[in-house]
C-alpha cells in the first residue's frame, strides 16, 4: 500500500469505493480504468478490495497499512510464519492476533504460475495433488536446487499457499480467492475441489458483474460479521 500513485488513486475514488451497492464489474472497471491511465499494475486491484473491506468493516480514516476496528485488524499483503517456512497473504483481517479471514487476489485464474520457495515442501502440492505437477521427480528435484522455473496450476498453488497458514487444523481461518475476471473451463474443477473439500471460497468478479460486491461478502465470508 505504499505506491503513492495508487494511493493518489484509492483516495480519489474513495466515495465509489464505498458505495455499498458497487457491483463486481464496476470494481472490475475500477481496474481498468487505472490500467489505461497510468500502467498495468496488478496490485491496484489488491488496494480496491483492502480499502472496500476497510469500509466494510466500519472503518473511516485515510489508507494505512493496517486498521484497527474493535477486536479486529485489516492488513493489505503480509507475510506470515506458516507451516512451511513464510508465505503472503494478500489481504488478511485477523482478531487477537490470529487470521480469521485470509484473501487472495488474481487477475487470472490460468496465469503461468511456477513452484518456488515453500511449495518444494508444500504436501497439497507435493503429495496430495502431485499429478498435477507434469514433471518427474527428477526434474523437479533439479528445479528446487538450481531455482528454473516448473509450471504449476495456478488456483492449485493459490491455495496451497494459502493452506500453508492454516495452523490449527481444528480450527481453520475462512478464506476466499477474488479473480478479476471470468471463470474458465480449465478452472472449473479446482474451483469444485477446493469449495468442496475445503469450504475454500472463490468470486470470479466477471461471472456476474452486474451483482452487488458487498451481497457476495455477506452470504460468503461471515467470519468478520459482527
Known amino acids: 500500500m505504499a505506491n503513492p500513485r495508487i494511493n493518489s488513486f484509492i483516495t480519489e475514488f474513495d466515495d465509489y469505493i464505498k458505495n455499498k451497492c458497487i457491483t463486481c464489474g464496476e470494481i472490475v472497471d475500477l481496474k481498468n480504468m487505472f490500467y489505461s491511465?497510468?500502467?498495468?499494475?496488478?496490485?491496484?486491484?489488491?488496494?480496491?478490495?483492502?480499502?472496500?473491506?476497510?469500509?466494510?468493516?466500519?472503518?473511516?480514516?485515510?489508507?494505512?497499512?493496517e486498521h484497527r476496528i474493535k477486536a479486529l485488524t485489516l492488513r493489505p499483503e503480509k507475510k506470515y510464519v506458516g507451516k512451511i517456512g513464510k508465505q503472503n497473504i494478500d489481504i488478511s483481517v485477523l482478531e487477537q492476533g490470529q487470521i480469521k479471514l485470509g484473501i487472495s487476489i488474481k487477475m487470472q485464474g490460468t496465469t503461468?504460475?511456477?513452484?518456488?520457495?515453500?511449495?518444494?515442501?508444500?504436501?497439497?502440492?507435493?503429495?496430495?495433488?502431485?499429478?498435477?505437477?507434469?514433471?518427474?521427480?527428477?526434474?523437479?528435484?533439479?528445479?528446487?536446487?538450481n531455482k528454473t522455473r516448473v509450471k504449476v496450476p495456478t488456483l492449485?498453488?493459490?491455495?496451497?499457499r494459502i493452506d500453508n497458514l492454516q495452523l490449527d487444523p481444528?480450527?481453520?481461518?475462512?478464506?476466499?480467492?477474488?479473480?478479476?475476471?471470468a471463470m474458465k473451463d480449465k478452472e472449473i474443477f479446482w474451483v469444485r475441489e477446493f469449495e468442496s473439500k475445503y469450504n475454500h471460497k472463490y468470486l470470479f468478479l466477471l461471472n456476474k458483474?452486474?451483482?452487488?460486491?458487498?451481497e457476495w461478502v455477506d452470504n460468503n465470508l461471515d467470519s468478520i460479521r459482527y
Open 37 to 65: 491511465r497510468y500502467k498495468k499494475e496488478p496490485r491496484v486491484a489488491e488496494a480496491i478490495i483492502y480499502r472496500w473491506f476497510a469500509h466494510y468493516l466500519g472503518i473511516d480514516e485515510p489508507i494505512k497499512n
Open 112 to 145: 503461468p504460475a511456477y513452484l518456488d520457495g515453500a511449495d518444494f515442501y508444500n504436501p497439497i502440492l507435493m503429495k496430495e495433488y502431485r499429478d498435477y505437477i507434469e514433471v518427474n521427480d527428477k526434474i523437479l528435484q533439479q528445479a528446487h536446487e
Open 156 to 160: 492449485l498453488q493459490d491455495f496451497a
Open 170 to 181: 481444528n480450527n481453520r481461518f475462512q478464506s476466499a480467492t477474488f479473480i478479476f475476471d
Open 209 to 214: 458483474p452486474k451483482m452487488i460486491f458487498k
